[in-house]
């Protein structure tokens, strides 16, 4: 059995199962500030997130894209503080936004959460807190203690009244972690340095005092050792003090640096949990500071922790990610403290303190000490404080009852009850026993004040001891009994608090019993209703509504329905019918509102729709109408019902439906009910078809009916048909304006059939003709009607009233007609000028009368008119007439040129040239000028234009005439020109088409010929570019016969086509030296050449470029005499890359001398040294080095290295200390000691390991063991060096390494881990040792791999037991019984395997190796075991008996196949007793096939259970034949009685007949008596003569026969004499009339019922008739709303 515990532990989660990485779990990552939420930050890629978990809901885990140093969560709430630098910021993250913003001035170096409502920040000087209520900034607290300068602050507390505040920081001083806290009081504003490493406040009650303490509890270790201390800071006045308390903290041997790092007290028992860096807990008592338990939770450090409010225990995260709990485990804690800690006194404490469990015999033994010595205070203190009540019992009160009252003294049962009331509550038989003399007293205020104080524990025998109902209601409801509640509830008059009570106590008393008797009150109508309100139903409606009716309260019985229907459910239709009829035959207006509103759908209503129109509401009726013949008998009254409604309701019908109605309504009377139809026809035009409804109009001839429907929808309508006919319907109504309206504004009609109605309808007036044909573009037809019907002045009314800008139509319709002039040319001056002049005159100039408006034309000039069209007309007529027209043309600034050169260009190219060139219209011009041969013109023009676009055009390739045109440019028109534009813009044109000859032509003669550009400067660079360009012959002799050009632009050019003579030469002409030795160089590619012009020029710049030139040529040397001669030593980084390429160190010695002359770069030092390095000049590299200098020597010692020149290498770094670099350096020279003594200065991981690696070569083993030591500690490392090992075959050397190593500080899990592996490859016996010692340190998975190549089983099994892999131990021990089984062992590990498949492979391996012991093993597996798989195995393989006794263990699971295996055991072992039990106890089998089974058994006995099983599945009749053929003849009696079948019953008799056996027969009349019938039985006996057998039978049957004569002749006496007091019955005292209907004269409903116009309501087929007497008044009728009651 494990050892009893005091705490539970409990792994929650894997933080990196949730996707965490686990580089991201740490103190600087991680947050928990309560147990409710982790905050991790991590960077996934490039992106920084913060994840949020929510330990309640670990499945959806919150990820945020967030740049933060620090996230914090509050401890009960999502709100996010985070902190990016000095800037503070507090999110919602539920309801995303921020709430809160600060910037500090100082950084924050911890912070947390102290509350759910405070932030504290800790800074390097101070402590501030910061609330999250309000725009407040952080408020400092008090300033840092120098005892905590230069500590990493790791924990900030508080207690509850934020009183005391605690900073805890620790540091690293002297090889030990010191724990340094500062302890400071807001009220008195002073702080205190204390030396500790853990801290936390708690607030306790001590006994005998009336206020809470506040404890500062703390754990430090110092040097001498550990402590716990609990001490009281601000005591209470009224507190006697608390003690101060401590206690030593014990650390185990093998952790020897440990020490506390978090603390959480549990509120529930007032424990502490003390957590050490180690992962150990240690848990202590406040009251006592006593240790409890102490234990190691984890192997990682535990570097977060948090109060675990579920359990009132601590909960934190390692550093591998888990989250793990403990917590105090209430049933064994106190056992564990009596027995494990041996402290009997502290159990008896906690389990009083804490109302524990675990000392009850204790408890019990001290009260029966005291009582027996007649201490009874104490005896009754014990009973009250004992836990879980166990001593306050009903036989406690009766020994105190049972004791002598002592003179001067209390009886002893009232000290008893005494202190109980003083420590708590009473239980249900101390009240009782208590309330007995009060109430007998009479002293009811004293249970009251007890009542009130919660003193008692109220129970229903409380409420009966003679208290009044108030009191009563009190205690019920204290006691929960609700029938007694309801009860009281009705006395008192309470009804509304019945049903809410019920409700909240899930109890259903009789409601309509309740509401029979609430009805009498006017808390009728509102208790009905709660009995259903928030769409609960507490009873049965339709007897709440008879239980209404029966009292006739009509009124109220609405309003109940009214809500109770409010949900309209089809299952309540027949309810709204009931309330609407009953509404309808008394309160019409209540009915009328009802509908109205709409509240209900599922009612019947065609039944509703007739009475409707009984009672004269004709709306509600053609509502509720879905027939058509009722609905147009109702619908023709439209006087009667409201036409907004009508219109409506015509929406809900069909379209045939509705144009029927609206037959019907016109044929009825269409006056009156016109103007219906027409807002019905308007709103459903579209529904009902436009044309259906036109056609309906005009077939009752109504164009009145038809015109005003027509123009409700003309204005929207789109449909040309409904246009004209409106067009036709206004005419014939006269209504000429709408048709001069439509006219105008309407598009949708068809023209040409609306000109054509026109015209036949002779109108009186014709504008609406007029508009037509305006509109349309039919003036024509409309000049040519008007012209010849004589309605010449409507052609005048349409041109200047109308439409003036139709005058150029109107005139070409009447010169086509013949008109005369004077007529149009009056019509034209009377327009004035309200028209197109263009298309004026293009209607002249197609009949060629242009001439008719010269007169017209000369009069608009002279009135000062500049309008294009004018001018051009006048301009047409004066070219025709040939009367100056170039003049006109030249001088006239306001005709179009386009349009009169167009006009010119058959006529008069040149006049068309003018017109073009007054215009600028180049393409036109162009076009006339080559067409024409206007060449000279078009040059001039040109020149003269200065468009480079317009020259493109012309010096294209593809323009014919180019030529021409270019001999007109040079021969006449560029001559003519002393504008410099215009030869720069020709220029640019030549050069733009790649003319080059040509052009250079031109320059030829601009330039070399005498003329004013002759020193032009660009000239004489585009005439020399040209012949670069066109023709390099002639290059050389415009550089010689010109001066005034662009030398260095003009050289580069040449250079750049590759005339590199002509290049020299303009630089060596303009003295440009070093661009012609450039030349010689890059281009020529001469350096004989460039030497001699270097040496003629002698300058440095050119022996610089020489320089350079040689170098790139690899002429190192040369190159260098020529850096020399020109003391240029800037290319030196060129220099030095070329010498090292080409090994010339010798010759870069001299160079970088020179440079370092000139420069101190740290470059040219650098490579100096390494030239002397290759020349292997050490003397003058010593001497470098002691002098000043700005050299690499690093980066030169290096290379050094790498070249293997160790020994200048060992120079260098020696004298820079790096002892990293020296000591590898050693190793290639083979000086490992110095090597070592090097490493150790470096203290570097990669000079540890290749001095290691080397001295390893080297076999210096003790040296390797030194720098191994040092390489060991880093887990990166270990593997390589492993590998190093091994490989080299040193394994015992690799071994003693590990070994001392494990004793180092920094020993780690991989250390562990690789030794257990050496050992398992080289060392087996020490495997299990090693393991036992530290298998929490292994890589368990990696050690497992190891155990299982090396055939280590017991190790195997072990490590998979300590690794939870009980699924792969249990298969070890299976595959590997003779190494590795143990029976315990086996057991333990089988309970806990996830594959439950390995519990068949377990019973098979004990099959086959423990078949004795299968049965307890069996035993083990039962809580997990599929009990009809492992039947039908042992089955399958014939070994049910072996199994019997675990088989018998769990039949009581009543398992089907276990029934059933168990019975086939029982079969085969003839245990029929055995059988019947089973069959008796557990019924999951197969009754029918166990009987048949048992039907053919040889014993007899189990084929009596056949029939028992027969009898039990109800086949009486074979049951009864099996027990006939077994001669059962009891058993065949029993079965035949328990089947109650006649027909079975009298088989038996026949067959006992036929037998003979007539005892049985007789016996058998007895047991099946109330089956047979006696007829049938007089019948056998007769037959077979033994009238004696039957004769007891029949006496019997003649007996019951006779009582039951006897009780029908008393019945009917007493139902003759019932009827004759019937008769004489008083008459009803109520009423005095004969009995009425109850919906027809309730009370308070009125007598008047809505009539029809001209309809007697009462004379209506099937209306009631109501006689209501005379002193009924229906008042409520008179003040009642039309829509409903007062109360609705």
């Known amino acids: 059995m494990s050892q009893m515990l005091p705490i539970k532990f409990q792994e929650h989660f894997q933080l990196t199962s949730l996707g965490i990485n686990q580089t991201s779990i740490g103190f600087n990552t991680l947050t928990m500030e309560s147990d409710k939420f982790i905050c991790v930050r991590e960077k996934i890629g490039e992106q920084s997130q913060v994840v949020i978990i929510d330990l309640s809901d670990t499945n959806n885990v919150i990820r945020r894209s967030i740049s933060a140093d620090s996230t914090i969560m509050n401890p009960s709430y999502k709100v996010m503080a985070l902190k990016a630098g000095k800037t503070l910021q507090i999110f919602n993250i539920e309801m995303k936004s921020k709430m809160k913003g600060h910037n500090l001035v100082e950084d924050v170096t911890f912070w947390c959460w102290i509350n759910n409502k405070t932030v504290a920040l800790v800074t390097d000087q101070s402590v501030y807190h910061w609330s999250i209520d309000g725009d407040s900034p952080p408020q400092k607290q008090f300033d840092r203690h120098a005892s905590l300068a230069g500590c990493q602050i790791i924990n900030y507390r508080t207690d509850v009244k934020l009183k005391w505040l605690m900073l805890i920081g620790i540091s690293a001083q002297t090889g030990r972690v010191v724990g340094a806290m500062q302890l400071y009081s807001v009220d008195k504003k002073i702080s205190q340095p204390i030396e500790g490493h853990a801290a936390a406040f708690s607030q306790f009650t001590m006994e005998g005092n009336s206020e809470e303490s506040t404890l500062f509890c703390f754990a430090v270790r110092t040097v001498s050792g550990g402590k716990f201390h609990v001490i009281e800071v601000g005591q209470p006045q009224a507190n006697q003090p608390f003690p101060k308390k401590s206690h030593e903290i014990y650390f185990p041997a093998e952790a020897p640096q440990d020490f506390p790092v978090a603390m959480q007290i549990s509120p529930t028992h007032h424990m502490a949990f003390v957590i050490t860096k180690y992962g150990y807990i240690h848990i202590y008592d406040l009251e006592t500071a006593s240790s409890i338990y102490l234990n190691r939770i984890s192997s990682d450090t535990i570097f977060v922790t948090a109060l675990h409010e579920a359990s009132g225990g601590i909960i934190g995260v390692n550093r591998k990610g888990q989250v793990l709990s403990v917590c105090i485990d209430d049933d064994n804690l106190v056992p564990y403290v009596s027995n494990t800690v041996q402290n009997p006194e502290l159990a008896l404490r906690l389990a009083q303190r804490c109302n524990l469990s675990g000392a009850d015999d204790l408890f019990i033994k001290q009260f029966n000490t005291l009582f027996a010595q007649g201490k009874f205070s104490e005896a009754a203190k014990v009973a009250a404080t004992a836990p879980k009540g166990i001593l306050r019992t009903p036989a406690t009160i009766q020994k105190f009852q049972s004791c002598p009252t002592q003179p001067n003294q209390n009886s002893p049962l009232l000290q008893y009850f005494g202190i109980l009331l003083d420590q708590g509550q009473l239980n249900k038989y101390e009240a009782l026993e208590l309330c007995r003399p009060v109430l007998q007293q009479g002293r009811k205020q004293l249970l009251e004040k007890w009542l009130k104080e919660n003193k008692l524990e109220c129970s229903e025998e409380l409420g009966v001891k003679g208290l009044d109902s108030t009191l009563a209601l009190s205690v019920y409801l204290r006691a929960n009994v609700p029938n007694k509640v309801i009860q009281c509830f009705a006395e008192t008059g309470q009804f509304q608090k019945i049903v809410l009570y019920a409700k909240k106590v899930n109890y259903t008393p009789d409601w309509i019993f309740l509401l029979r008797a609430v009805l009498r009150s006017d808390q009728g109508g509102q208790f009905a209703q709660m009995l259903f309100q928030d769409g609960e139903s507490m009873a049965d409606i339709n007897q709440v509504v008879d239980a209404f009716m029966e009292l006739n309260l009509v009124q109220q019985c609405t309003a109940f329905l009214l809500e109770a229907l409010k949900n309209d459910k089809p299952e309540e239709g027949g309810l709204q019918t009931r309330l609407l009829e009953m509404n309808l035959m008394s309160a019409p207006p209540v009915a009328d509102a009802i509908l109205g509103n709409k509240m209900f759908t599922n009612y019947d209503r065609a039944h509703i729709a007739q009475l409707c129109e009984k009672v004269g509401l004709l709306q509600r009726a053609l509502e509720h109408y879905t027939d058509l013949y009722d609905i147009k008998r109702a619908v023709v009254h439209t006087h009667l019902l409201n036409p907004e409604w009508l219109v409506t309701y015509f929406g809900s019908l069909s379209v045939d439906d509705s144009l029927e109605c609206i037959k019907a309504m016109l044929f009825a009377n269409i006056r009156q009910n016109l103007q219906v139809c027409i807002q019905i026809a308007s709103k459903y035009h579209e529904q009902l078809g436009t044309q259906s409804l036109i056609e309906i109009f005009e077939s009752f001839k109504s164009f009145e009916g038809l015109f ?94 109308v439409n003036p800008s139709r005058l150029p139509v109107v005139v070409g319709g009447l010169l086509d007609v013949d008109c005369s002039e004077d007529v149009i040319k009056n019509l034209i001056i009377v327009v004035k000028g309200q028209f197109v002049t263009d298309e004026l005159v293009e209607e002249v100039e197609k009949r060629n009368r242009l001439k008719l408006l010269l007169p017209w034309l000369e009069t608009r000039v002279h009135e000062g008119v500049d309008e294009p069209a004018t001018h051009n007309a006048l301009a047409k007529i004066y070219i025709d007439s040939n009367n100056n027209a170039e003049r006109f043309l030249r001088e006239n600034a306001f005709y179009d040129s386009r349009t009169v050169g167009k006009y010119c260009e058959r006529r008069n190219p040149h006049l068309a040239f003018v017109a073009y060139e007054r215009g600028q219209c180049d393409k036109e011009l162009l076009a006339v000028c080559n067409e024409n041969s206007l060449f000279k013109s078009e040059a001039r023009y040109l020149i003269r234009r200065k468009d480079e676009n317009l020259w493109a055009v012309v010096l294209s390739e593809t323009n014919p005439y180019r030529r021409q045109l270019i001999d007109q440019v040079v021969q006449t028109a560029l001559a003519e020109t002393s504008d410099p534009d215009d030869i720069t813009v020709t220029v640019k044109a030549f050069m733009s088409a790649d003319l080059p000859n040509e052009l250079i032509e031109l320059l030829e003669k601009i330039v070399l010929e005498n003329s004013a550009f002759n020193d032009h400067k660009n000239l004489q660079n585009l005439l020399i570019l040209t012949a670069i360009k066109a023709d390099k012959t002639k290059v050389m002799e415009y ?275 690789e030794l257990a592996i050496l050992y398992s490859k080289f060392k087996p016996t020490k495997m299990r040792e090693h393991l036992e010692l530290f298998w929490s340190r292994v890589n368990i998975p990696k050690v497992l791999r190891a155990a299982d190549e090396a055939n280590l089983w017991p190790e195997l099994v072990f490590l998979y037991d300590k690794y939870e892999e009980f699924d792969n131990a249990i298969l070890t021990m299976i595959n590997h019984p003779s190494a590795s089984y143990k029976e315990s062992l086996f057991k333990d590990i089988i309970t806990k395997v996830a594959n439950i498949e390995l519990y068949y492979k377990a019973i098979q391996f004990y099959l086959d190796f423990k078949p004795l012991m299968l049965n307890d093993l069996l035993l083990v597996l039962t809580p997990r075991l599929d009990h009809t798989r492992a039947v039908s195995f042992f089955r399958k393989i014939n070994q049910l008996p072996l199994v019997m006794n675990y ?226 008044n229906p008042a409520y009728m008179n003040s009642m709303p039309i829509s409903g009651y007062g109360s609705m």
């Open 1447 to 1672: 088989l018998k263990c769990v039949q009581n699971h009543n398992n089907k196949a276990i029934n059933e295996a168990i019975n086939e055991v029982l079969i085969i072992e003839e245990d029929y007793n055995g059988l019947r039990t089973s069959i008796d106890s557990y019924d999951n089998y197969d009754n029918i096939q166990l009987a048949q089974q048992l039907e053919k058994h040889p014993l007899v006995e189990f084929r009596r259970l056949s029939a028992y099983l027969y009898k039990g599945n109800n086949r009486w009749k074979q049951s009864v034949e099996l027990c006939k053929k077994d001669m059962l003849f009891k058993d065949a009696m029993q079965y035949a009685c328990e089947s109650r079948n006649t027909e079975i019953a009298e088989e038996l008799l026949a067959w006992f007949l036929e037998e003979k056996n007539y005892e049985c027969f007789a016996s058998c009349l007895f047991s099946c008596y109330d089956l047979l019938r006696p007829d049938v039985i007089l019948e056998l006996a007769w037959r077979h003569k033994i009238m004696d057998y039957a004769m007891p039978f029949f006496i019997q049957v003649l007996r019951e026969y006779t009582e039951k004569v006897d009780r029908l002749e008393s019945a009917e006496a007493i139902r003759k004499e019932a009827d004759q007091e019937k008769e004489h019955e008083q008459q009803p005292l109520v009423f005095d009339t004969p009995s009425q209907l109850m919906l027809t004269s309730g009370p308070g409903y009125g007598n008047v019922m809505p009539q029809m116009p001209g309809v007697n309501p009462m004379s209506m087929p099937g209306a009631p008739t109501r006689n209501f007497p005379p002193n009924m």
């Open 708 to 801: 005003y429907f027509l123009g409700s929808i003309v204005n929207f309508s789109q449909d040309e048909d409904v246009h004209f006919k409106y067009i036709q319907a206004a005419c014939k109504t006269g209504q000429i304006k709408e048709v001069e309206r439509i006219c105008r504004e309407s598009s949708h009609y068809n023209a040409e059939k609306v000109k054509t109605f026109l015209k036949e309808a002779k109108l009186t007036d014709q504008l609406p003709l007029i508009i037509v044909c305006d509109r349309f573009n039919f003036v024509h037809d409309l000049v040519l009607y008007l012209y010849r019907n004589n309605l010449q002045k409507y052609i005048e009314i349409y041109v200047q009233k």
């Open 1039 to 1313: 550089i010689n016969r010109l001066d005034n050009y662009d030398a260095p632009d003009i050289a580069n050019i040449a250079i750049g086509g590759e005339l590199y003579e002509e290049a020299f030469a303009i630089f060596k002409k303009f003295d440009v030296n070093t661009s012609a030795i450039s030349v010689l160089i890059d281009n020529v590619r001469n350096l004989d050449r460039a030497y001699e012009f270097a040496e003629r020029c002698n300058e440095p710049a050119v022996w610089s470029q020489l320089a350079a030139a040689q170098l790139r040529e690899f002429l190192v040397k040369e190159a260098i005499d020529s850096y020399i001669k020109a003391e240029d030593p800037t290319n030196y980084l060129m220099v030095i890359q070329t010498a090292n390429n080409v090994n010339q160190f010798e010759e870069l010695v001299k160079f970088l001398n020179m440079a370092r002359r000139k420069a101190r770069e740290p470059v040219i030092e650098t490579e100096l040294i390494f030239a002397y390095a290759k020349t292997s000049r050490l003397a003058e590299l010593e001497e470098f080095l002691a002098t000043p200098n700005h050299a690499q020597i690093q980066q030169v010692g290096d290379r050094c290295y790498e070249e293997n020149m160790y020994e200048a290498a060992k120079l260098l770094f020696n004298n820079i200390s790096n002892f990293a670099r020296l000591a590898s350096t050693l190793v290639h020279l083979g000086e490992y000691q110095a090597a070592v003594d090097s490493a150790r200065k470096a203290n570097s991981t990669r000079s540890w390991k290749e001095v290691c690696f080397a001295c390893i070569d080297g076999q210096e083993f003790r040296l390797a063991q030194m720098c191994g030591l040092h390489i060991v500690v880093h887990a990166d490392e270990l593997e390589e060096l492993i590998y190093y090992y091994q490989d080299r075959g040193f394994f015992e050397q690799l071994i003693s390494l590990l070994e001392a190593a494990l004793g180092l500080e920094r020993a780690h899990m991989g250390m562990f881990t």
